[in-house]
């Protein structure tokens, strides 16, 4: 399983025991703004927007929070103009970190995620330095009990790549534009899907085995993604799963 992933699942336990959500919804709230803003505001022609609008949905966010935010997108309502820039790093362990952020000020979120990285045992790296070990797919978690074989035969039928165990449930990979039409396919087998996204999924992982490295690649992930412009934050490790329970604890 890729680190994006797993700390996927370990931000999303962690934000729930937090209460997180007016952080959580801030960010899917900017994130729908933007895909409105440059694919336009009908979801039905804006896979960009649909994805981000499901997102938003399954998160709670309220309806006309979210209508609101596409209006301010395409311009029907005043609002701030977002723009979006990637920086890539390393983590303890030589760990690949890829940072993708939304701001209304470059130069004080560009100093904001530099110190981020210093103060948690990173570096930051020159653009390209670590984004070719990692390729964009869609991916959807998708709840079990379900017979693998009969999961394969429906993900190919869907017009999607693979999948692999998430715990109870699965994750299928997709490439980015299918997203939307593989739920769409696997909802109508009957496979209840729990979410889908847009994500980068790294060609190979960084074993993590020593806890005290892992547990500082992990506080690293933790306070990047606990800045207020970071959207996603994507890495190759592979930590234990015996190590993530006892960081969520």
């Known amino acids: 399983m890729s680190g994006h992933s797993k700390w996927a699942t370990t931000k999303h336990r962690k934000g729930a025991k937090d209460s997180a959500r007016a952080k959580v919804f801030a960010k899917l709230i900017r994130q729908v703004e933007v895909a409105a803003r440059e694919g336009g505001g009908d979801p039905a022609s804006n896979a960009s927007l649909r994805t981000m609008f499901q997102k938003a949905r399954e998160a709670s966010v309220p309806i006309d929070t979210i209508e609101r935010a596409i209006k301010r997108g395409t311009g029907e309502l005043e609002g701030v103009r977002y723009e979006s820039i990637s920086y890539e790093g390393y983590a303890p362990n030589g760990v690949a970190v890829i940072v993708e952020t939304l701001t209304d000020n470059r130069n004080r979120t560009s100093a904001e995620i530099k110190h981020v990285f210093s103060k948690n045992g990173g570096s930051i790296a020159e653009p390209g330095a670590v984004s070719w070990q990692f390729d964009r797919k869609g991916m959807l978690e998708v709840q079990g009990p379900i017979d693998e074989d009969q999961l394969l035969e429906w993900v190919m039928e869907a ?91």
């Open 159 to 249: 017009g999607g790549e693979n999948f692999e165990p998430q715990g109870a449930n699965y994750l299928v990979t997709t490439e980015p534009h299918d997203v939307g039409s593989v739920r769409d396919a696997l909802e109508g087998f009957g496979v209840k899907v729990l979410s889908a996204d847009l994500t980068l999924v790294a060609q190979n992982l960084v074993p993590v085995g020593d806890e005290s490295e892992a547990k500082k690649i992990l506080r690293l992930m933790e306070a990047i993604d606990d800045h207020d412009d970071v959207q996603n934050v994507y890495a190759n490790f592979d930590i234990p799963d015996e190590i993530l329970a006892s960081f969520e604890g």
